[in-house]
């Protein structure tokens, strides 16, 4: 497997009595061409790691390509992975999608891809590429670069914008997600599904599991128990998070990054995981599970 990545990108972290925040000590931080949307948790090389998606775009909005950053927690060290297709010839190419959600299983990490469905790309076996190829699939001027290849596309009959995982009342992960989608009016649904288990089958619908929130700009949504989280963005205001069973989220006092994004339940550290996606104001934020009625003991090691 790679080795990390050194640490001139490293993001800074930052504990204060309400959050743990990490900040991006480079362009990352301001830059118009990258915008971080994606998050989960995972182990990657035996360490638990932080995925965070990005998606690059053009002066037009086109979108250009795309990425992971994994973020070693305890190191704050981080390597970036392009996300990548290959065509029928096997020449590579970016995977041009907005990754407005992942939920990372094992070595499958799927990916929301909007109005394309669900994405899967295999963490097992992570390529390097070099030179022009590098810089193609990465558009940067990177001499080197990792890359995961999708394995497949699951058609979802939602707009797929974003993607979460699932946990029982006791912190055990369950194989599910919830997909939903971003509208402006307050139409956007969220469903729940089966995890696809093997080659072949796609995203089951869970009887019962599509629910209509009325909330506008919907931006994640992930479960606990029989309590939903579901992430609201406001522009450059800070974000608004609801909570409670399916029908009867409630706006909860604990607010968001501003331009929030994708939500993560991490029950090892006991957080609720966010990010903004705005310049100048990108953060990736953990919220203690204290902070927001989850009683859960911490795991044994």
């Known amino acids: 497997m790679p080795r990390p990545l050194g640490s001139s990108g490293r993001p800074l972290r930052r504990r204060s009595r309400e959050t743990l925040d990490l900040r991006w000590l480079t362009a990352r931080a301001w830059t118009n061409r990258w915008y971080p949307q994606g998050v989960d948790l995972g182990i990657l090389d035996g360490r638990r790691t932080l995925a965070v998606s990005w998606f690059r775009q053009d002066r037009d909005r086109h979108h250009l390509a795309s990425r992971v950053s994994f973020i070693d927690l305890e190191r704050s060290r981080h390597r970036d992975v392009a996300l990548v297709i290959e065509g029928p010839d096997g020449e590579l190419e970016p995977a ?20 394309q469905g669900i994405w899967e790309f295999d ?11 590098a810089r193609r699939l990465t558009g940067s001027l990177r001499r080197s670069a990792l890359v995961a290849v999708r394995t497949r596309i699951h058609p979802v009959a ?4 974003f993607l979460g995982r699932v946990f029982d009342a006791d912190g055990e992960p369950l194989p599910r997600v919830l997909i939903g989608e971003y509208r402006t009016g307050g139409d956007g649904r969220i469903g729940e599904f089966l995890m696809p288990a093997q080659e072949g089958d796609g995203f089951a619908a869970v009887e019962g599991g599509l629910i209509a929130p009325g909330i506008p700009h919907l931006q994640g949504a992930v479960r606990w128990g029989a309590t939903y989280f579901a992430s609201q963005s406001d522009q450059l205001r800070p974000g608004a998070l609801w909570t409670g069973p399916a029908g009867a989220l409630r706006r909860a006092a604990q607010p968001l990054p501003a331009g929030c994004q994708d939500l993560a339940l991490d029950p090892d550290a006991r957080m609720l995981w966010s990010l903004g996606e705005h310049p100048w104001r990108r953060v990736v934020r953990g919220i203690p599970f204290a902070r927001l009625g989850i009683e859960h003991p911490p795991r044994r090691t």
């Open 96 to 115: 041009r999608i907005h990754v407005g959600g992942l939920a990372w299983f094992g070595d499958r990490l799927f990916a929301a891809a909007t109005m």
């Open 158 to 161: 939602l707009r797929c914008s």
């Open 123 to 133: 963490l097992a076996r992570l390529r390097t590429v070099r030179g022009a190829d």
